[in-house]
């Protein structure tokens, strides 16, 4: 299981979760890997702490926010937005071709 951190040229931030990093690839040639909050299949794959050279680093003493105030807002706001989208997917069902009815 490959957990990555993606973005969109919107600049939403979302965890996509892929078989391998092949299969990244794959689903992003073919167009099936999309922005959950507008849709775009423009994504980019960010760089994950796992992927980063930090063999050589030290604990630091104290982790100090390192997102302006302005990304942490927005960042917040996608976070309850993204909660509300599960929680309606969640408690509702989707009747088809029963809607009318
Ligand atoms: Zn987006």
Redesign the pocket.
Same mark, same amino acid.
């Given at each position: 299981m490959l957990v990555v951190d993606l973005? /969109?040229?919107?600049?939403?931030l979302?965890e996509g979760w892929f078989a391998s990093a092949d299969d990244l690839a794959s689903q992003q040639a073919r167009g099936l890997v999309s /922005?959950? +909050? /507008?849709? +775009?299949r423009e +994504?980019v794959r960010r760089p994950s702490a796992p992927r980063l050279n930090v063999s050589h680093a030290v604990e630091p003493q104290a982790a100090p926010s390192v997102a302006p105030s302005g990304a942490r807002d927005a960042q917040a706001l996608q976070a309850r937005y993204l909660q509300a989208v599960r929680q309606v997917l969640t408690s509702t069902e989707d009747v088809g071709e029963r809607f009318v009815d």
């Open positions: 973005h /969109c040229e919107q600049g939403h979302f /922005c959950p +909050v /507008c849709g +775009v +994504v």
